[in-house]
């Protein structure tokens, strides 16, 4: 079945460091690739998506690059801020219209 | 704009007894959802409702009921609570359209926290 595999964390950042969160996935056919993040207390919201190979995902100063060659959708910031600390998953939807999620990964950005 | 809205937020029961949580969505979305948040196994999917009067099992659905009440409303019902079912509840919509457009996306609500003694 459809499967999303990202990094476990916390990762734990500086203010201004450079941030990978890594994504593969295992999929039937052509997913579409979403990250989604969940700020303290609040229920997801949809950060960035692409929806066929090579397209570039951006929201915020994120990206991440559909890779059908290495089934991956990593995401990356080059300079997080505080408000960025969150919980990020990786999420995609296949044949059957449904979402999958990845465990999530918190990042914690530090001053 | 409400969006989707869940209630409660918080509740704690005792093993055997029953609850609903409630879910509305205010956007005349056609799908509905309701999800389950556990520490790093991200959300899973309970049961879903592709449009109003119909509802299909998701990948954990034992031990919950849901009814479509009417476009707005989808409810999660748990009749008989374990404490294997403490977890945070997340509903979710979509409006329906082609799998690669900016409408396939979900809206979620603010979650719900149960916890089952």
């Known amino acids: 079945g459809d499967s999303v595999t990202q990094m476990e964390g916390p990762v734990t950042l500086s203010e201004e460091a450079f941030l990978t969160i890594n994504c593969t996935y295992t999929?039937?056919?052509?997913?579409?690739l979403f990250w989604y993040v969940q700020y303290p207390g609040e229920g997801l919201q949809l950060l960035l998506k692409?929806?066929?190979?090579?397209d570039k995902g951006s929201n915020k100063g994120f990206e991440a690059t559909y890779r059908k060659e290495t089934t991956s959708f990593h995401l990356e910031k080059g300079s997080v801020q505080v408000s960025d600390s969150a919980v990020y998953f990786c999420?995609?939807?296949?044949?059957?219209?449904?979402?999958?999620f990845g465990g999530g990964t918190r990042v914690l950005v530090k001053p | 704009n409400a969006g989707v809205t869940q209630t409660p937020k918080f509740q704690v029961l005792k093993t055997g007894q029953s609850m609903t949580l409630q879910c509305a969505q205010d956007?005349?979305?056609?799908?509905m959802y309701w999800y389950r948040q556990d520490p790093g196994m991200g959300l899973r999917l309970i049961y879903y409702?592709?449009?109003?009067?119909?509802?299909d099992k998701g990948e954990v659905p034992n031990g919950y009921n849901v009814s479509r009440l009417n476009k707005r409303e989808f409810s999660l019902r748990l009749e008989s609570a374990a404490p294997s079912q403490t977890s945070v509840y997340f509903c979710?919509?979509?409006?329906?359209?082609?799998?690669?457009?900016?409408?396939?996306?979900?809206?979620f609500g603010a979650g719900s926290r149960l916890t089952v003694l």
């Open positions: 999420a995609l939807r296949a044949a059957g219209n449904k979402l999958t």
């Open positions: 979710a919509s979509r409006e329906k359209g082609r799998p690669d457009s900016g409408a396939n996306v979900l809206t």
């Open positions: 409702s592709a449009s109003e009067g119909t509802t």
């Open positions: 999929a039937t056919g052509y997913p579409s």
């Open positions: 692409a929806t066929k190979a090579d």
């Open positions: 956007m005349n979305h056609n799908s």
